[in-house]
């Protein structure tokens, strides 16, 4: 991945006296092969064959640790142009999601501000929505991903930052740079704004992202549920599309127009999936309509009722029910049919207006790859819970597991390349080896 060469190259122009190539070599074999904190890493140096580390002492790894932040964008560089000269990158899709990492501490990290209150610098851990549901703070992490399976670059952000404002940045840090051929962009729901599709057609991108429904307009509802057009390939599966033009916000907060092709399908699998999810709420309300007088509501599915309710039944300031005596007459039937009537629908929009709807819903499902990646560092690698401090130490942390995380994929490539073709295409990217053995 080219790292030895850049490293070696750091060494010598800061005239660093201990052995920062084999610490880095050290730190990055051990999150793949016995992960643990960076000091225990260290001292499995003598474990091996042959000493990755020749003159240092443990304490150095903290100082590597200095390094790789400093040099994190270098680092991303040259791993990528080293992969594209290597075994070459297939870039004609990029995946982006968002992932979040916890920390074994109390409190989150202050902001520092200046005399007058105004925020400096934002801390790095901070209380936000866990994607493992802890109650401690996290970071937030976003991975950008090839068609290959290989990774392409991260960015770090503060633990309560929304995914969507998280997009913009992350490109622009990374991907923006790294002089990539034009790419179709792939992300769910979540980064799915205006502002940030202008932002990937400026860079002379495309997208392809999944828009949620129940926040769509009521008449893009409205088509959805219409069953004219669709394309019916089975009992299980169904599917149709239009180009829309839309209003959106760019950068610069101009107003202007893009196009879209609109993609929504239905799946019988996607459907048992969600009416597996809400089967309890959706009994809770059969239950309620049958005795309404003598139920009694939890916290929880008070706030599940929320988005059924008429609007003159909720406290605007709280969100409260305004009387729970009343309930099942503030139950909108209409938007609880509609709720019902969605089930199984997913909803895709792209600017690539010319691809044909299979495909772009083929290209969609490629996200689970990353998110594949994600368990990968979560399970293989033990990312998290992160035991260093400081925001340098935390992102050199998280830019190891990544070097490690794609010296695992490089690996995999390059076995699948070996193997004969696998008799599902859609394994291709994974086939042959599913982590380190």
């Known amino acids: 991945m080219g790292l030895d060469q850049l490293f070696a190259s750091i060494k010598h122009d800061s005239r660093i006296q201990y052995d920062l190539q084999g610490i880095v070599r050290l730190l990055t074999y051990g999150r793949l092969l016995e992960p643990t904190s960076k000091m225990a890493t260290m001292q499995q140096n003598d474990s091996y064959y042959r000493p990755l580390v020749k003159s240092s002492n443990d304490s150095n790894v903290y100082d590597t640790l200095d390094v790789i932040y400093e040099n994190r964008k270098q680092i991303i560089q040259r791993m990528n142009s080293s992969i594209s000269k290597g ?9 982006y999601d968002v992932t979040n990492f916890f920390f074994e501490v109390e409190e989150p990290d202050e902001d520092e501000v200046d005399e007058e209150g105004n925020i400096i610098e934002t801390g790095l851990r901070k209380m936000g929505v866990s994607k493992e549901n802890r109650k401690q703070p996290i970071i937030q992490m976003g991975l950008f991903l090839d068609d290959n399976g290989i990774p392409i670059s991260i960015e770090m952000f503060p633990g309560n930052t929304l995914d969507h404002l998280t997009f913009r940045t992350a490109l622009r840090n990374t991907v923006d740079n790294l002089n990539l051929e034009r790419f179709i962009l792939i992300a769910d729901r979540g980064m799915y704004t205006g502002t940030n599709m202008c932002h990937v057609l400026d860079q002379g991108n495309g997208y392809i992202v999944s828009k949620s429904l ?24 169904k599917y149709k599309s239009r180009i829309v033009t839309r209003t959106v916000t760019a950068e610069n907060g101009t107003k202007r127009k893009i196009q879209e092709k609109v993609v929504v399908y239905w799946s019988r699998a996607f459907y048992a999936r969600e009416k597996h999810e809400n089967q309890s709420f959706l009994d809770f309300i059969e239950k309620l309509k049958a005795n309404p007088a003598g139920f ?6 008070s706030r599940n009722l929320r988005k059924f309710m008429k609007k003159e039944c909720v406290n605007k300031e709280t969100g409260e029910i305004v009387d729970s005596k009343k309930l099942l007459s503030m139950i909108d039937d209409a938007k609880l049919t509609e709720f019902n009537e969605l089930m199984g629908y997913y909803q895709i929009v792209s600017s690539e207006l010319e691809m044909n709807d299979q495909e772009i819903i083929d290209k969609y499902h490629g996200l689970t790859r990353i998110e594949d990646q994600f368990r990968e560092m979560k399970g293989t690698l033990e990312t998290r819970p992160i035991w260093v401090n400081t925001p340098e130490h935390i992102q ?8 490690a995380l794609t010296v695992m994929r490089v690996i995999q490539h390059k076995i699948v390349k070996s193997l004969p073709e696998p008799k599902k295409k859609d394994l291709n990217w994974s086939y042959g080896m599913p982590g380190i053995s």
């Open 296 to 301: 009694r509501v939890s916290a929880s599915q």
């Open 396 to 403: 050199a942390h998280l830019l190891i597991c990544f070097m």
């Open 87 to 95: 075994i070459g990158r297939n870039t004609n899709t990029v995946f």
């Open 214 to 237: 129940k926040k769509s307009a009521k008449t893009e509802r409205e088509w959805v549920l219409n069953q004219e057009g669709y394309t019916v390939v089975s009992p299980d599966f």
